[in-house]
Every structure is written in structure tokens, then in C-alpha cells.
């Protein structure tokens, strides 16, 4: 059975557009946590964030985890996933992890460019370039934790999951 992999790490590191390709390379499905909580909740990350706070959020989050976990599956993870420690344990128990990991400057630099970034709150209020520095300062700790692999996300996307395929032994499709 071909176990489902995780991919964690910041907004911003490529969990989406890593997935994705991942996913074609292996012909596993994708699926993104963020997405499937919002079609469930039939309402944006931030909509439900400002109606029923962030604790829901997550809770929703822990959800969605569970929910989309099936064989043959690379699934990109919402930011903090990470935080809560009853999903770091159903990842590392349940499939392979993969750790995204890209400088905050990078990250925030991505964001930046990406119009949707307006649609999400961030967690602070600060700008983006200074939360990110803090985001990773905190749950650096918790992707290693998480992690079975930890990969170099600033390489161009097809090496990313190229080196996810040679980590996992795995074979192209
Ligand atoms: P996440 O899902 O982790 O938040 P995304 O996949 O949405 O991250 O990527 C965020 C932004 O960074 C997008 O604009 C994407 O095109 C860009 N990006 C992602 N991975 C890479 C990469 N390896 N190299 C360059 N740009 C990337
Ligand atoms: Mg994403």
C-alpha cells in the first residue's frame, strides 16, 4: 500500500505547487487541507477565522486532516498543522512527512507576490516579513518534530519533488 505523503511546512514554501507536481510524478491524487476545510465549511480560511476564531479554525483543520488521508495521496498541509501535537502524531503514524523548509525573507517575499494573500489574515497584524521570521522561530521546532524528511524548498519545483521521490525510495510513474 502506497502511504500518503505529508507535506508541512510555512506559507509560502510550495506545499501547493510542490503537491501538485509530486502527485503527477507519482499518479497519486492531491489534496490541500486548506481547500477541502473551506468547500466543507462553504466559507474562506478567513471567514471562518473572523466568525468563530482561530481555535475553530484549527479544529476544522484537525478535521480535514483526517479527512482526506487516504493511500496514494500527497496532501498539502494548512501552515500550522504542525501546532497541534494529535496531528503531528497522526502524520508521522499514518504516511511519509515532508518538511518544506525555505529562509523567511524567501517565504514572505513569495507572499507578497501573491494576490490572495490579502484574502488571509495574518496571525499578528505585523508585516508579513517580520511574522514570518516569528512564524518559523516557533514552529521550526514543530516541522522538525513532524518530519521524516526535511527538503531544501528554494530549488526549483520538479527537483523539490524529485528529491521527495529519492528520499522515499519511491518510484516515478
Ligand atoms: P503553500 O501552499 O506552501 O502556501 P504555494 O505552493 O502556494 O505555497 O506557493 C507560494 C508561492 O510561491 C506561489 O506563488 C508559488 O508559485 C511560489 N513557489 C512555490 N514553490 C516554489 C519554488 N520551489 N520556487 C519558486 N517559487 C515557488
Ligand atoms: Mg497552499
Known amino acids: 500500500m502506497s502511504l500518503p505523503i505529508y507535506l508541512i511546512g510555512a506559507r509560502g514554501c510550495g506545499k501547493t505547487t510542490i503537491g501538485q507536481v509530486l502527485a503527477r510524478m507519482l499518479n497519486y491524487t492531491f489534496c490541500d487541507t486548506d481547500h477541502y476545510l473551506q468547500q466543507a465549511a462553504q466559507r474562506s480560511v478567513a471567514e471562518i477565522v473572523a466568525s468563530e476564531g482561530w481555535e475553530s479554525f484549527r479544529a476544522r483543520e484537525t478535521e480535514a486532516l483526517r479527512a482526506v488521508t487516504t493511500p496514494a495521496a500527497v496532501i498539502a498541509t494548512g501552515g500550522g498543522m504542525v501546532l497541534a501535537e494529535v496531528n503531528r502524531r497522526f502524520m508521522r503514524e499514518r504516511g511519509h512527512v515532508i518538511w518544506l523548509s525555505a529562509p523567511a525573507e524567501a517565504l514572505a517575499n513569495r507572499l507578497q507576490q501573491q494576490p490572495e494573500t490579502a484574502q ?9 516579513a517580520e511574522e514570518m521570521d516569528e512564524i518559523l522561530r516557533l514552529r521550526a521546532p514543530l516541522y522538525q518534530q513532524a518530519a521524516h524528511y526535511q527538503v531544501d524548498a528554494m530549488q526549483p519545483p520538479e527537483q523539490v519533488a524529485e528529491q521527495i521521490i529519492r528520499s522515499l525510495a519511491l518510484a516515478r510513474a
Open 120 to 128: 488571509r489574515p495574518t496571525l499578528t497584524g505585523q508585516p508579513i
